[in-house]
């Protein structure tokens, strides 16, 4: 209702959401309190936020997503920002209601909606072509190249993020990614409508380097 063009979302608790906001260029996180159950309109107890110190851009094109990931341990949210080419991360524990009237207007009665500004904000990774999925385990991000279809591998321990290894999937449209059971990476391609899954060694802790294949999930 508040976030038209959401290029992605990440649950954090319960009913508690952050989403890509492509058409302000905000992060929004959303406290919907309670379940209202699908296709109901009544948002009146929510808690809405906009996060706006930081401008994020969308595809232009309206065609790769910008995703993003909660690491739930460490309260750091990852953010894919596709137009400005990079990944960025947001201290979720950090910020206030100082940032004045949000950007967008309020088309509804909700407990709070306001524009959340001073967040502790860091750069992950610059220089990226067409970033578009992401995940986090421990302390390794993996990323998603919609254009030449590779995922590329990241340290996380410091900042910036360190390039690890990149996987060629040899696909050309590559969106989402999600690391699975036993640390296997997922992905899907928006060419070939598929969903697939690199056979690896699981992606953990300590690992770099590895073989792969990559196998079309007929689901």
Do not use: C
């Not at 009544?42 to 065609?63: L, N």
């Not at 910008?66 to 309260?75: A, F, N, V």
């Amino acid at each position: 209702h508040l976030s038209p063009n959401s290029q992605g979302i990440a649950s954090e608790k319960d009913n508690v959401f952050w989403v890509f906001d492509g058409y302000t260029n905000d992060i929004v996180r959303y406290d919907f309190a309670e379940d209202h159950g699908p296709g109901n309109s009544f948002h009146g107890d929510a808690i809405i936020r906009r996060y706006s110190d930081d401008i994020v851009t969308m595809d232009p094109a309206e065609v790769v997503v910008s995703h993003l990931i909660l690491d739930d341990e460490k309260q750091w949210l990852y953010v894919v920002d596709h137009g400005n080419q990079r990944v960025i991360r947001i201290d979720i524990t950090t910020g206030s209601d100082q940032g004045g009237t949000p950007n967008y207007p309020q088309n509804e009665p909700v407990v709070e909606y306001t524009e959340y500004t001073g967040y502790n904000q860091e750069t992950v990774v610059t220089g990226l072509s067409k970033p578009a999925g992401i995940d986090v385990i421990e302390n390794r991000m993996i990323v998603s190249e919609y254009e030449t279809g590779e995922i590329i591998i990241y340290d996380i321990t410091t900042m910036p993020a360190v390039e690890l290894d990149r996987i060629n999937t040899g696909l050309t449209s590559v969106q989402g990614i999600k690391i699975g059971p036993n640390g296997r990476v997922w992905f899907v391609d928006q060419n070939s409508n598929g969903v697939y899954k690199v056979e690896t060694a699981g992606l953990g802790i300590g690992e770099i380097a590895f073989d792969f294949n990559a196998y079309p999930n007929p689901t």
